[in-house]
Every structure is written in C-alpha cells, then in structure tokens.
C-alpha cells in the first residue's frame, strides 16, 4: 500500500515541485491550501495562500492528478499569528510571524489535518532537511544554503519531525526550477512570493494602524546623553538597528539602539551603541535534550545575520547567551536560533538585550 502524504500547496513553485517528486516516488499525494485572505480581496499584490495562490494550487494539482483541498484558516491566522503580530509590535518589539505560523498553523492544524485524512507524512516546500539516527529527529540545513529555511523551523519537535517530509532539501533553487519545467508545472515560471502572507504590499505600518484602530502616540528621540532632538511617530513604527526614516542629523549615522514602550521613547546612538554583548532569552525550544550548562554554538539573531559564534548559558525559565563578539541590533521578540554546524540545536525568543 502507497504511504499518503498531504503537501501544503501555496501555488508557489516549490510546493509545487515538493508534491511532484512524491507522486514521482511513489506517494500516494493529497494536495492542500491554506486560505487566509477571503476577508480582503481587494489587495493590490497577490501573495501566497491567496486566491491566485489557490487556483495555481489547483491547477498543479490537476496536471499532477492529485485530490485538491482548501482550507480556511483566516480564524487561526488572526487568534494565533495576527494577534501576536499586532501585540508585539505595539509593545516596541518585532515579531517573527513566520515562525509563529509554522508553529501553530503549517504544522500544527495542517499536521492533525493529515492525520484525519489517514496521512502518514505532512511536506512542504521548505529549504531544509530532517535527519533520522538512533537518538531522534534532527533538523538540518538544505544544501541551497541560500535558501536555507531552517530558522523558521526551530521550534519543531520530535513528535512532528516525524511526521514531516521536506523535498526540497536535497536540491538547490536552481535544480527546483529545472524540476519545474521538466514536470510541465504551470507554474514553473512564477515569481517567487517573499512577502507575508497576510501584508503582501509589505506595509506593516498601515495594517497596524488598521489593526488598532487608532494612530500610534508620538514621542521624544533621544541621544546618549540624554538629549531630545527629535520626535518619534509611535513606537510601533521602529525596530532597533534602524537608521533611515528617524529624521535626526547629528552629523554621523545614527541607529536606534533602544525603544523604551513605558517611556514612549526611541533611544538612538553610533552604530556601536546599537550592538550588543548578548541577549537574555525566553520560550526555549530544543528538538532534542535541551542542555543544562554552559555549550559553545553559532546564533541567527535573524533570518539574514550571519551566525555567530556564542555561548548559551541555560538557568530556568530563560538563558543568557554571550557572543564571543558583539553583535549589531539584536532585537527583542525576534528570533534566536542555534546552530552546531548544519544542525540545528533548538532556538527562542530574544527578551532582553545585553548591552
């Protein structure tokens, strides 16, 4: 009997490709899409999962001869991902909504999903790799290291790596595209999706304005010293590291080196005083046994930083990681994530910069 597989489909390319090579191998292959934009159809700019997303799902399904469903889960968008979003940015931090929705919506509802249609795996198009050895699962790097996702897939455990297939790991972008045309996909030439899927014009700002439904408080830009020279537009607006849009001339670049969300304040400063000895972490994940002491690894403060080597030093409820260099904008509600080569270790939340 063929082992069934559900593919996330987001009409992209690469989910796309993910479903061909299973049916190629052997699977038998259920197609399902995530509908998350029914309630504003009026976007200038079609992202994922919306509905040109659905109907080139649709089509890359019927050439493949694979079961097609939609699934709407505007509802767990908002409750689990949306409402995060919002929060986080309204307190003076940024959020990593990517990794929220893998956690809660892409393998988490679509995983049970696949369970009730008597699916033994769970895949998707992302750039990583899942391991099996003696002692579990482990998360790896794909080969495209350029298209590497594996930061947005920390918090998976042992329970759902599992159950999950990622296609794509083994093959680069160029070799995907290929894949495409020699599959015949009428996607094969579609551009590739980097927004959000539920800001596809990028404008975070006048979603949060939307959102919460008034304008955002003003307030005082401060210096090193302590001075006022300029005027915020909301705290919601700005994200440490940030150097453009702050209005301030001080005769050398500036960056923002803290947002105080009590204060109403943004703190700016040299690029140096935007870089930090460390960070205090929370909401630890680790795919395997977490550690109890001091490890040496490599840390992603974000997804295009480049890692850097550092010490974890794990005590409770949160730990305290100490670069061997200091860091430029590390950000609170961003993501940290761990690495032992390829590997990776586990990751969590940025809470507290070490200055």
């Known amino acids: 009997m063929k082992k069934r597989v559900l593919v996330a489909m987001s009409g992209g390319v690469d989910s796309s490709v993910a ?42 399904a019927h050439k493949l001869g694979i079961k097609h469903y939609v699934l709407n889960m505007q509802k767990a968008l908002e409750e689990r991902v949306i409402r995060d979003f919002c929060r986080e940015y309204l307190l003076g931090r940024t959020p990593n909504p990517c990794v929220v929705c893998n956690k809660y919506l892409k393998f988490g509802l679509l995983l049970d999903r696949a369970k009730v249609l008597d699916a033994q795996f769970l895949a998707t198009g992302h750039y990583a790799r899942i391991a099996k050895t003696p002692s579990g699962f482990l998360l790896k790097k794909a080969k495209d290291l350029k ?34 045309r020699k599959f015949e996909l009428p996607v094969a030439e579609k551009k590739d999706s980097q927004e959000i899927c539920f800001l596809p014009d990028g404008d975070y700002r006048s979603f949060l304005r939307e959102r919460a439904n008034k304008e955002m408080p003003p307030g005082p830009i401060v210096d090193t010293r302590g001075n006022i020279v300029g005027r915020h537009k909301g705290i919601a607006y700005y994200t440490i590291g940030q150097r453009e849009g702050l209005g301030v001339a001080k005769g050398y670049p500036v960056y923002i080196t803290r947002i105080d969300p009590e204060a109403n304040s943004i703190y700016i400063g040299s690029k140096d005083e935007a870089s930090a000895s460390g960070f205090l972490a929370k909401d630890l994940h680790f795919a395997t046994k977490p550690p109890v002491k001091k490890i040496a690894l490599k840390v992603k403060i974000r997804y295009n930083h480049q890692e850097a080597k550092a010490d974890l030093f794990s005590f409770g409820s949160k ?26 270790l586990g990751g969590a939340i940025i809470d507290e910069v070490i200055v």
Do not use: W
């Open 319 to 344: 730990s305290r990681i100490i670069f061997q260099k200091p860091q430029f904008a590390v950000t609170p509600g961003q993501s940290a994530v761990f690495y032992d080569k390829n590997r990776v």
């Open 19 to 60: 479903a061909a090579l299973l049916k190629a191998k052997g699977y038998e292959v259920i197609g399902i899409t995530m509908c998350f934009n029914l309630a504003r159809p009026s976007r200038k700019k079609i992202g994922c999962c919306s509905r040109q997303g659905i109907e080139d799902a649709r089509r890359v």
């Open 147 to 180: 298209k590497d996702q594996s930061y947005f897939l920390y918090r998976l455990d042992q329970p759902q790596l599992k159950h999950i297939l990622f296609p794509l790991g083994n093959y680069t972008k160029k070799e995907v595209r290929k894949l495409a």
